[in-house]
């Protein structure tokens, strides 16, 4: 069983920097994807950004693209989300997912998750 567990969250100023990761463990890791969701309170948990886990293409929402960057290292099994110039739209519980199949921003295609960080931006 894969077990994913984020890091890195916490609290921020408007325009500041965050790096999240995610670690995961368990059996071999090889997923199709893996991605960033995040869900605000009283809101629904929507995409972030994915990566294919093999090859080099990104996906971002139209709401990070420019801002967030993420990456990943193979070899040690981590996920990371560098977050610049955050904004307090962008406070949200952070979870790392991951894909057994090709995914990109659909919920229900990823098999993982983690148990989420918070991210809070202060405006």
């Known amino acids: 069983q894969v077990q994913l567990v984020e890091s890195g969250g916490g609290l921020v100023q408007a325009g500041g920097s965050l790096r999240l990761s995610c670690a995961a463990s368990?059996?071999?890791?090889?997923?199709?994807?893996m991605g960033w969701f995040r869900q605000a309170p009283g809101k629904e948990r929507v995409f972030v950004a994915a990566i294919q886990w093999n090859g080099d293409s990104t996906y971002y929402s139209d709401a990070v693209k420019g801002r967030f960057t993420i990456s990943r290292d193979n070899v040690k099994n981590w996920l990371y989300l560098q977050m610049n110039n955050l904004k307090p739209e962008d406070t949200a519980v952070y979870y790392c997912a991951a894909a057994r199949y090709f995914a990109i921003n659909e919920a229900s295609r990823y098999d993982r998750w983690g148990q989420g960080t918070q991210v809070t931006v202060s405006s």
């Open positions: 368990g059996r071999t890791l090889s997923p199709a994807t």
